[in-house]
């Protein structure tokens, strides 16, 4: 490959040797046309008329009366679909089309990467499959309709435990049998190198959006920036924007489940230990023998046992800050922001706003923070209903 891939020790490809030439055709195919003035062209227009950007960077008036400091939500939730995914999805997909790919393949655990693809699959006209453990089939049900509603067909993988790390290695598998007409459209930013570099690419749109917002509207750059982590992507695209502007602190958000020592939790960079899976080398949660450990979230969207690279890069060089927050503490946040705004947060960005609410007594009134509302809750009401009777 043309670049190495490696965010300081972390990334890389460490995949089965059939995948290097399918991973390098990605990688130039990237580099040729991202930077290209029709495809970036093609890619702005659809991300204004079908997924509707700019999102506005809303000042929650209310919220931050609450919190005492001053809160922007960056509203990811008012994309088609209802979440950042869709960023990702159109990026890649054009990058299908343009490598004349004709049929698209996805992994998905609770079904919303597996949702976005099979939308634009549909979009585009393209043959879409969606690798979907057998046990998340089952778990996931309307999700698994809708992707069939728009024209895909959904594979459930038996092996392993049935879920998200079992999806991803058997669409893997499929690719490397069928890479002349298939592109794998992966779903957040990890996985092997180019991956990690791509997904970022097309969610980094967040952060020069809310950049450039935050300087109109306030005539200053914030002073923190807060994202829910699972694979990283809406964190990464929303860092992206501010990572050079060295006083602007980041804090990524991870999945503290039912507790980081007694149960099940899902924060792997702030528990987690170097190793590989999927092709790439990260903080990983995983047992005293290095197997992959369960992990467990109240939001599917953050259940996932790796983290991108460039994470792990941040949190060693300090630039940005890695803390997990329990189930308990994101379903008060959930309900928060409904009372407050009338804004019903998934759970997956509710972390984030969880967080906050924990910071509440050291915040003074002129501090500025943007927060990454990375999806709507409307998914969730079911699991929050089952937590909190009102
Ligand atoms: C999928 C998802 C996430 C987690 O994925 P990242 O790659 O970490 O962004 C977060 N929020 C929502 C709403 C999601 O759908």
Same mark, same amino acid.
């Given at each position: 490959?043309?670049?190495?891939?490696?965010?300081?020790?972390?990334?890389?490809?460490? +995949?089965?040797?059939?995948?290097?030439?399918?991973?390098?055709?990605?990688?130039?195919?990237?580099?040729?046309?991202?930077?290209?003035?029709?495809?970036?062209?093609?890619?702005?227009?659809?991300?204004?008329?079908?997924?509707?950007?700019?999102?506005?960077?809303?000042?929650?008036?209310?919220?931050?009366?609450?919190?005492?400091?001053?809160?922007?939500?960056?509203?990811?939730?008012?994309?088609?679909?209802?979440?950042? $995914?869709?960023?990702?999805?159109?990026?890649?997909?054009?990058? !299908?089309?343009?490598?004349?790919?004709?049929?698209?393949?996805?992994?998905?655990?609770?079904?919303?990467?597996?949702?976005?693809?099979?939308?634009?699959?549909?979009?585009?006209?393209?043959?879409?499959?969606?690798?979907?453990?057998?046990?998340?089939?089952?778990?996931?049900?309307?999700?698994?309709?809708?992707? $069939?509603?728009?024209?895909?067909? +959904?594979?459930?993988?038996?092996?392993?435990?049935?879920?998200?790390?079992?999806?991803?290695?058997?669409?893997?598998?499929?690719?490397?049998?069928?890479?002349?007409?298939?592109?794998?459209?992966?779903?957040?930013?990890?996985?092997?190198?180019?991956?990690?570099?791509?997904?970022?690419?097309?969610?980094?749109?967040?952060?020069?959006?809310?950049?450039?917002?935050?300087?109109?509207?306030?005539?200053?750059?914030?002073?923190?920036?807060?994202?829910?982590?699972?694979?990283?992507?809406?964190?990464?695209?929303?860092?992206?924007?501010?990572?050079?502007?060295?006083?602007?602190?980041?804090?990524? +958000?991870?999945?503290?489940?039912?507790?980081?020592?007694?149960?099940?939790?899902?924060?792997?960079?702030?528990?987690?230990?170097?190793?590989?899976?999927?092709?790439?080398?990260?903080?990983?949660?995983?047992?005293?023998?290095?197997?992959?450990?369960?992990?467990?979230?109240?939001?599917?969207?953050?259940?996932?046992?790796? +983290?991108?690279?460039?994470?792990?890069?941040?949190?060693?060089?300090?630039?940005?800050?890695?803390?997990?927050?329990?189930?308990?503490?994101?379903?008060?946040?959930?309900?928060?922001?409904?009372?407050?705004?009338?804004?019903?947060? !998934?759970?997956?960005?509710?972390?984030?706003?969880?967080?906050?609410?924990?910071? $509440?007594?050291?915040?003074?009134?002129?501090?500025?923070?943007?927060?990454?509302?990375?999806?709507?809750?409307?998914?969730?009401?079911?699991?929050?209903?089952?937590?909190?009777?009102?």
């Amino acid at each position: 490959m043309k670049y190495p891939g490696r965010y300081g020790p972390y990334g890389g490809f460490y +995949v089965p040797e059939v995948l290097i030439p399918v991973l390098e055709e990605l990688e130039e195919a990237f580099y040729n046309f991202y930077q290209d003035k029709r495809f970036i062209k093609d890619l702005q227009l659809l991300n204004r008329d079908y997924a509707g950007r700019p999102t506005p960077l809303y000042h929650a008036s209310r919220l931050s009366e609450h919190l005492g400091c001053q809160l922007l939500l960056k509203r990811e939730d008012l994309l088609h679909g209802g979440a950042h $995914k869709v960023n990702n999805c159109l990026g890649q997909a054009l990058l !299908a089309k343009y490598m004349k790919k004709t049929k698209l393949i996805a992994e998905t655990g609770a079904g919303q990467h597996g949702l976005a693809t099979a939308m634009i699959g549909a979009l585009f006209g393209m043959e879409t499959k969606i690798f979907m453990g057998a046990v998340d089939v089952e778990r996931q049900s309307v999700n698994v309709h809708k992707m $069939k509603l728009c024209g895909a067909q +959904v594979i459930p993988v038996e092996g392993g435990t049935g879920t998200l790390k079992d999806a991803i290695n058997e669409a893997l598998r499929y690719w490397t049998a069928n890479v002349s007409d298939t592109f794998y459209l992966f779903g957040t930013a990890a996985g092997p190198h180019p991956y990690p570099t791509i997904v970022r690419h097309f969610q980094s749109v967040i952060g020069t959006e809310a950049r450039q917002q935050c300087l109109e509207q306030t005539d200053r750059l914030p002073d923190k920036v807060i994202a829910c982590i699972g694979g990283g992507s809406n964190a990464i695209g929303i860092f992206s924007g501010f990572v050079d502007d060295r006083q602007v602190e980041l804090i990524g +958000v991870e999945a503290g489940g039912e507790g980081l020592t007694a149960g099940k939790h899902a924060a792997t960079l702030v528990a987690g230990r170097v190793g590989i899976l999927h092709g790439v080398k990260s903080y990983l949660l995983q047992n005293s023998e290095g197997q992959i450990a369960e992990t467990e979230s109240i939001s599917a969207g953050l259940d996932y046992p790796g +983290v991108g690279p460039e994470h792990c890069q941040l949190k060693d060089s300090g630039r940005a800050k890695y803390v997990a927050l329990e189930d308990e503490k994101v379903l008060d946040a959930f309900e928060l922001l409904c009372r407050c705004e009338g804004i019903l947060p !998934a759970l997956e960005s509710s972390h984030a706003l969880a967080w906050l609410m924990q910071q $509440k007594e050291k915040f003074q009134k002129d501090q500025l923070i943007i927060l990454n509302l990375s999806g709507r809750g409307d998914k969730d009401v079911g699991i929050v209903e089952k937590y909190r009777k009102l």
